[in-house]
């Protein structure tokens, strides 16, 4: 790798201010993104929580560009998403921003080996004109993965295939690496050396890494987490810690935990102190006599 | 391990790129091809399945033009083997001209240098020059005769010589030993020979004796120079005598070319192999060029038929050239539409690599690249492998089909192909449509595309009214209304099949949820699951329409070839008259229904015939009795039963008066002494058909006995045709004569005794006047039955007044054909054999009659001999035989004397007519309408198998539940058999019907001059087996495909993996 590093990218940071999405349906929109707000520093490695249907998925594609979002604006370094035509789109896919999707086999020729599949990703930043910094045996012995490199895909197991695809994911040297349930199929010994992977990329490639998961061991292992519930950043951890959100309206997610105590129409008491303020059910509290 | 770094943007716009060391994209072909190989080889099934339906589409493109080209000069070759070498050949023959210098002989020479100097010789053997000198010759006996005196280059290693040698030396000449027994000469004789256009007689020695020619052989060059051309006078104009012909004369060169009235002919035979269609323009031009020279330079005009018959190959050609387009045009449409359904289903399987190359942010050529590269490698692949693929299947096939045919890659060939590439190209591009231009996020969230059930309707909707329109358009413009041939109607059954296929579609899920319903309580898992699958996916049931639409095409194809097979066959049986048919030589002396009915005793073998083709006389006539065992008489040429026709037919007719002997006498009394005395003689003609006279002298008046000499040929028989009075008034005399005469005691010396011959002489009615000034009448003299003549002649007429012996009918029974155009059916004016007019009755009217087609009339042949007063002229003689008759029969008819030339059977016309344009269409037909059936069931098959792969995860859950194998096995089966079988079921009712509206406007049953009417016959046998191997190989492919999809349903297919 000494001899790419030296061009190797530089991550990408990103911005979204109040991002609402819909889908829309026969039987009415679909809200999947209810104003979301969120700044993720360039170089950062970062993953994203939530239950299933809470619009995950939804801000990793609109992070690569596969989607617009119907309300608010997301920046990615330089470039404002709103304001990108399809073809830029594409050309940022091709660049800057690259998606690896959840199931291997969507990014993965089945029929190719690891470097085929490596090169053929790279293919469209060499169409736009972009050499990527390494070779695609560079790249898979960089990442720990130069066995693999002859190998057809089809004869990996799982867990390979999901290292080739993420692999794949930087082959053409992305600022902006996304990766949707890099673990969801993956025993623990696959899962960690997946997590590593993750690791090294952000270490030595220097690209931002979002992760999207539901795994806990990929969310312990990041530096930061943030939590979608309905639709809105809920929580964002940081070093393991856990903390709720003040969204620009005003309002917290709380943990579905807490939720569970203080139900929708809870009338609550606010009480202010240095450190922040107390959220207590007078109904829950005993009286004094 | 580089240190992070700081946010350092570049503001740069995202269209000039991110990067400042821009380079073109690295162009890696090898790596590529590389990829394209393992894809390929990952869906190795699909692949070659697109390489074979996209090098079916070639090589149906490249084979029309191929076939037509091959097939064309097949046709070719075919019509100028069926014709003679004179017609084929050139014959060039200088002309009397006082402007042109030069002999004729040396004109002649002249333009043998020409045809080399304008490349005549590509196509023509070496020219040769006849010497052909008409002569006199007068016999010993005092006949004269007419004949040639030949000079024909290369004639003395042709000829045969019984005795002597060939003539060499000047005034020497070989002759038949037939004419030299008419000359009453023998080898070593001089005979004088005189110039038909005057000069003196020049003596000629025989010394040689050469056997009868074949005068149809090529050498003869059709024979039209009167090598072997004995026999009696034919009519008289300047260029036939009124002679008898002997066989010609051949001599030496320098013998004829000493002769004033010889003439030169340059004979050029045709190199059958060496033309083709392809020189056809440069054929034209030089043999064109050529006539313009010797026609102009050297007053010697082309003939030649050639033209004749290229036109005729050509209207063959133009035939067969429309079916075949229009049948090749529906199968490569066929053909490619199965591409695009095939590209449609595989497309599906590079549908996620599609999708990954926009996810990587490919450009849209590279795109396209991913989502296109194998189905356009494979085209690419098929373009070459589907031209030379048939280029050989034509190679091979044309020894087997089209013997002689030149097969050669046109331009043409190639641009059919290229269409086809581009075609699949398209085709191709339509079908990956679907994965090229879904958007990315729906294809990554997995949404399925909207529903295109408006779409297709509209499509069907479209589909059927093009059908229906097209019909209707077929059906206005008059071509399927079967009166005039229209090739256009070969495309009726594909659009019926369209149409009928379009409704099935549309309605079949209705009968299959009918099913559902009725198997709802059914413990019959199997047929269950398989009717829920169809109901469950109606779009697989549009394999019908392919499936259909080629059944259709195929049963039309069996049908319309099978058809056209029997009508050909009866066509042949009919223009020839029966199985086997001997053209026969009826020697002097030898007659020809005694020899057949000698030969034949029982009359169910052969039959005598004859007949003449002057188109004033298109005349048959046959033993009537022979007719119905021995004759093809199909279906369809009479409403009239052939029993009724024999019936009208059969003669019945009084015995003819005989004389067989050599002389001839009768007591004859003469009253009215007319000055000067009339002669009598009776005319007579031979049983060889040459004529006579026995002359009883001029007539004393009183009762006298006199004596006529007979002919010799009268030992074998001499009919009577005429007792005829003869006086010429003497100048300054009386011009009129009115006298009687009675005949009685009329007796013939055989051997040395007087025989009684006169049973008829006096027989009422027996004699019949003609010319008006003679009547007879029933007497007696002396006792002894006599025959009175009352004679009024007047020298004004030019002919005398006769009496025929009633044994010559005046009116004949016939039968006529309805083209003949006769105004009053009842009766018709013909000419007999001898030239003679007779009237005929005709009350029955037929379609067409053998061998003369759909113009001519048939008679008894007895009653048609007895009706003539003069020797036939130009007929035909003839023995049919039946198809049952036995070996030895030929033997038997040689032994009663007759002369075999020539034998034919149906079994020629009707290689000729397989060879011909048409029957040449309709193969091709028949080969693409099976190609298209094998096509369109390997599609269907593959289609549904397809369908059934995706639910291979669907059938693993099943077999984990414990559904047994075969349970899914028959389920799958039972699937692919409701999908595909009623398309078949369509696919037949719509051939069948298309075949019953189309075929009658198809030309080979339009066109059929000269046959029997056609017969639009479905011959059941070949279609049952066309549809039992379809049945066949559907069953074979949906056992295979079921069996693999069943196979695809493993444990592992629960786990989820790369497919």
């Given at each position: 790798?000494t001899t790419?590093?030296q ?19 026969p039987?009415g ?7 979301v707000?969120l700044?993720v ?22 992070l690569?560009g ?5 309300a608010g ?10 304001k ?6 594409l ?9 690896v ?12 080996t ?14 736009r004109?972009k ?15 130069g ?7 089809a004869?990996?197991?799982g867990?390979e ?6 692999a794949s994911?930087?082959a053409?040297?992305?600022r902006?690496?996304l990766?949707?349930?890099p673990?969801s ?8 050396q997946?997590?590593e992977?993750l ?18 061991a ?9 939590t ?16 709720a959100?003040?969204?620009?309206d ?7 935990d807490?939720?569970e105590?203080l ?12 450190a922040?303020v ?5 109904e ?6 | 391990?580089?240190p992070?770094?700081p ?9 000039r ?7 073109k994209?690295?162009?890696r ?9 393992r ?5 190795a099934?699909?692949?070659v399945?697109?390489?074979?339906v ?11 033009p191929?076939?037509?080209d ?6 070719l070759?075919s ?19 006082p ?8 004109r002649?020479a ?7 100097r ?12 006849v010497?052909?000198?008409g002569v006199?010759v007068?016999?010993?006996s ?10 024909d ?9 019984i005795?002597g ?7 020497q000449?070989?002759?038949?030993a037939r004419?030299?027994?008419a000359?009453g000469a023998?080898?070593g ?5 005189v110039?038909?256009?005057g000069?003196?007689?020049v003596?000629?020695k025989?010394?040689g004796?050469?056997s ?16 072997f ?5 034919i009519?008289?104009?300047i260029?036939?005598s ?9 001599t ?11 003439q ?10 060496a ?5 056809a323009a ?10 313009r020279?010797?026609n102009?330079?050297?007053?010697a005009?082309?003939?030649?038929d050639?033209g ?5 190959a ?5 035939l ?16 490619l539409f ?20 926009k996810?990587r ?9 991913v ?12 373009l ?6 048939a280029?050989?299947?034509m ?8 013997p ?12 059919a192909?290229?269409?086809?590439f581009?075609?699949g ?10 994965i090229?231009t879904r ?9 399925e595309?909207k ?5 297709r ?7 059927l009214?093009?059908?229906l ?14 009166s ?13 099949a ?6 099935g579609?549309r309605l079949?899920?209705v009968v299959a ?8 309580d059914?413990?019959?898992?199997a047929t ?9 996916r ?15 095409l195929a049963?039309?194809a069996?049908a ?21 048919v ?7 002396g ?5 020899a ?6 029982s009359?169910h ?18 033993q ?12 369809g ?16 007719l ?10 001839v006498r009768?007591t ?10 009339p002669?009598?003689?009776?005319n007579?003609?031979?049983?060889g058909?040459?004529p ?6 001029f007539?004393?008046?009183?009762t006298h006995?006199y ?8 030992l074998?028989?001499?009919?009577v ?14 011009q009129?004569a009115?006298y009687n ?7 013939v ?7 009684e ?28 039955p ?10 004004a ?7 025929a ?7 004949l029974h016939?039968?006529?054909t309805?083209a003949?155009?006769?105004s ?16 005929l009755?005709?009350p ?12 001519g ?5 007895k009653?048609a ?5 003069a020797?036939?002229?130009d007929?035909?003689s ?5 198809p049952h008759?036995?070996?030895g ?6 032994a009663q ?15 000729s ?14 080969f ?8 369109a069931?390997g599609?269907?098959?593959?289609s ?5 792969r995706?639910?291979?995860?669907e ?7 414990g ?9 799958l ?29 198809v ?6 001059s000269?046959?029997p009417?056609v017969?639009?016959?479905f ?8 549809l ?6 559907l ?5 295979l495909a ?18």
């Amino acid at each position: 790798m000494t001899t790419t590093s030296q061009s190797a990218p530089t991550g990408l940071d990103i911005h979204f201010d109040g991002v609402v999405h819909l889908y829309p349906s026969p039987e009415g929109d679909v809200v999947a993104l209810r104003g979301v707000d969120l700044d993720v520093e360039a170089g950062e490695e970062f993953a994203l929580l939530g239950p299933s249907g809470s619009g995950k998925s939804t801000v990793l594609s609109l992070l690569a560009g596969l989607q617009r979002a119907s309300a608010g604006q997301i920046q990615i370094g330089p470039y404002e998403m709103g304001k990108l035509s399809n073809r830029q789109l594409l050309r940022l896919r091709a660049t800057e921003v690259s998606l690896v999707l959840q199931d291997p086999a969507r990014n993965l020729l089945p029929y190719a080996t690891a470097t085929q599949n490596i090169e053929f990703a790279q293919r469209g930043a060499r169409g736009r004109g972009k050499t990527p910094p390494w070779s695609p045996l560079e790249l898979l012995q960089e990442l720990g993965m130069g066995p693999l490199a002859g190998r057809t895909v089809a004869t990996l197991s799982g867990g390979e295939q999901q290292r080739v695809a993420i692999a794949s994911g930087v082959a053409g040297a992305p600022r902006l690496l996304l990766v949707d349930e890099p673990t969801s199929q993956l025993d623990t010994i696959s899962r960690d050396q997946v997590i590593e992977l993750l690791h090294r990329i952000n270490s030595q490639l220097g690209s931002t890494v979002v992760s999207v998961t539901h795994d806990p061991a990929v969310a312990a292992a990041m530096p930061r987490t943030v939590t979608i519930r309905d639709g809105r950043v809920g929580a964002e951890g940081r070093r393991g810690q856990e903390y709720a959100v003040v969204g620009r309206d005003g309002s917290v997610q709380l943990p579905p935990d807490v939720l569970e105590m203080l139900p929708p129409g809870t009338l609550l008491q606010v009480r202010r102190h240095r450190a922040g303020v107390d959220l207590r059910n007078p109904e829950l509290e005993p009286h004094d006599q | 391990m580089r240190p992070r770094h700081p946010i350092r943007y570049r503001r740069v716009s995202i269209d000039r790129g991110v990067s400042a060391d821009t380079e073109k994209e690295e162009i890696r072909p090898l790596n590529q091809l590389r990829l394209l190989t393992r894809a390929l080889r990952w869906r190795a099934g699909a692949a070659v399945a697109l390489l074979l339906v996209a090098t079916v589409a070639v090589v149906a493109a490249a084979a029309g033009p191929l076939y037509l080209d091959t097939a064309n000069d097949s046709v070719l070759h075919s019509v100028l083997l069926s014709n003679s070498v004179q017609a084929n050949g050139i014959t060039v023959i200088p002309q009397f001209s006082p402007t042109t210098p030069g002999s004729f002989v040396e004109r002649a020479a002249l333009v043998l240098q020409a045809a080399r100097r304008y490349g005549i010789y590509r196509w023509y053997d070496q020219g040769k020059t006849v010497l052909d000198a008409g002569v006199a010759v007068t016999a010993r006996s005092g006949i004269a005769y007419a004949s040639d005196l030949i000079s024909d280059p290369g004639q003395c290693g042709t000829l045969r010589f019984i005795s002597g040698s060939c003539p060499t030396a000047p005034d020497q000449v070989a002759v038949t030993a037939r004419s030299l027994a008419a000359l009453g000469a023998h080898l070593g004789s001089t005979v004088a020979v005189v110039p038909v256009h005057g000069g003196p007689s020049v003596p000629v020695k025989v010394v040689g004796i050469v056997s009868l020619g074949n005068p149809a052989a090529s050498f003869w060059f059709g024979g039209e120079s009167g090598y072997f051309d004995f026999g009696p006078a034919i009519g008289c104009s300047i260029t036939q005598s009124c002679l008898p012909h002997l066989d010609a004369f051949f001599t030496g060169a320098a013998t004829a070319a000493g002769f004033p009235s010889v003439q030169a002919i340059d004979e050029f035979p045709i190199k059958i192999g060496a033309v083709h269609t392809t020189v056809a323009a440069t054929f034209n031009s030089a043999v064109g060029a050529f006539a313009r020279y010797t026609n102009q330079a050297l007053a010697a005009p082309v003939s030649t038929d050639l033209g004749k018959e290229l036109s005729q190959a050509s209207q063959e050609s133009n035939l067969m050239q429309a079916i075949v387009v229009v049948v090749d045009l529906q199968l490569v449409l066929l053909a490619l539409f199965v591409l695009f359904g095939l590209v449609a289903r595989t497309a599906e399987a590079r549908e996620k690599e599609v999708a990954l190359a926009k996810l990587r942010g490919f450009r849209t050529r590279s795109v396209l690249a991913v989502g296109l590269l194998e189905p356009v490698a494979m085209l690419c692949v098929s373009l070459p492998v589907g031209l030379l693929l048939a280029f050989l299947a034509m190679r091979v096939a044309q020894p087997l089909l089209l013997p002689g045919a030149l097969v050669t890659l046109q331009p043409l060939v190639l641009w059919a192909a290229v269409a086809a590439f581009a075609g699949g190209l398209f085709a191709t591009l339509f079908g990956a449509r679907r994965i090229l231009t879904r958007r990315l996020s729906e294809e990554l969230r997995a949404v399925e595309p909207k529903s295109s059930s408006t779409a297709r309707a509209a499509l069907d909707a479209a589909a059927l009214a093009l059908a229906l329109a097209g019909i209707l358009e077929l059906l206005l413009a008059g071509v399927l209304n079967g009166s005039q041939a229209n090739p256009l109607a070969a495309f009726a059954p594909g659009l019926v099949a369209v149409a009928v296929a379009v409704l099935g579609v549309r309605l079949l899920p209705v009968v299959a949820a009918l099913v559902v319903r009725w198997t709802k309580d059914s413990p019959r898992l199997a047929t269950g699951l398989a009717v829920r699958q169809v109901v469950r996916r109606p779009t697989s049931l549009r394999q019908i329409t392919v499936l259909a639409v080629a059944t259709a095409l195929a049963c039309f194809a069996v049908a319309g070839w099978a058809a056209a097979g029997v009508n050909r066959t009866t066509r042949a049986d009919f223009v020839l008259g029966a199985a086997r048919v001997l053209t026969v030589q009826v020697p002097s002396g030898v007659n020809l229904e005694s020899a057949v009915d000698r030969a034949d005793p029982s009359g169910h073998y052969a039959m005598a015939v004859m007949l003449s083709k002057i188109p004033s006389q298109n005349l048959l006539a046959v033993q009537v009795s022979r007719l119905r065992r021995v004759a093809y008489w199909p279906a369809g040429i009479s409403s009239t039963r052939l029993a009724t026709i024999v019936h009208w037919l059969t003669p019945h007719l009084q015995a003819p008066l005989i004389f067989i002997g050599s002389a001839v006498r009768a007591t004859i009394t003469e009253n009215g002494s007319p000055t000067p005395p009339p002669d009598l003689v009776f005319n007579l003609v031979d049983s060889g058909g040459s004529p006579g006279v026995a002359d009883f002298g001029f007539l004393k008046p009183g009762t006298h006995v006199y004596t006529a000499t007979l002919p010799g040929t009268c030992l074998g028989g001499c009919h009577v045709l005429q007792l005829e009075p003869i006086w010429n008034p003497s100048s300054g005399g009386p011009q009129e004569a009115v006298y009687n005469l009675t005949l009685s005691q009329l007796q013939v010396l055989r051997g040395s005794v007087w025989k009684e011959v006169g049973g008829q002489l006096a027989k009422p009615g027996y004699w019949r006047g003609q010319g008006g000034g003679i009547k007879a009448t029933a007497s007696s003299q002396g006792g002894s039955p006599a025959l009175s003549l009352a004679i009024d002649d007047q020298a004004a007429d030019s002919v005398s007044p006769a009496v025929a012996p009633g044994a010559l009918p005046s009116t004949l029974h016939g039968v006529v054909t309805r083209a003949n155009g006769v105004s009053d059916p009842a009766a018709a004016g013909i000419e007999n054999f001898d030239g003679n007019s007779l009237t005929l009755d005709v009350p029955y009217q037929v379609v067409a009659l053998p061998q003369l087609g759909y113009e001519g009339f048939l008679v008894d042949l007895k009653t048609a001999l007895r009706a003539e007063t003069a020797p036939p002229s130009d007929t035909v003689s003839q023995v049919w035989l039946a198809p049952h008759a036995p070996a030895g029969i030929e033997r038997s008819l040689r032994a009663q004397g007759l002369r075999v030339t020539k034998v034919q059977t149906p079994a020629a016309d009707i290689q000729s007519m397989n060879r011909g344009g048409l029957a040449l269409a309709y193969l091709f037909f028949l080969f693409a309408a099976g190609a298209a059936a094998v096509l369109a069931i390997g599609a269907a098959v593959f289609s549904v198998f397809m369908t059934s792969r995706r639910r291979a995860f669907e059938l693993a859950v099943l077999r984990a539940i414990g559904v047994p194998n075969h349970t899914l096995l028959r389920s799958l089966l039972g699937e692919q058999l409701l999908v595909l079988g009623p398309g078949m079921v369509l696919g037949v009712g719509a051939g069948l019907l298309g075949a019953l509206m189309a075929l009658p406007s198809v030309p080979e049953f339009a066109s059929t001059s000269g046959g029997p009417p056609v017969q639009l016959v479905f011959v059941a046998l070949p279609i049952v087996m066309m549809l039992a191997a379809l049945v066949v190989l559907l069953g074979a492919a949906a056992v295979l495909a079921s069996a693999a999809t069943l196979r695809l349903a493993s444990w592992d297919r629960l786990r989820t993996e790369i497919t």
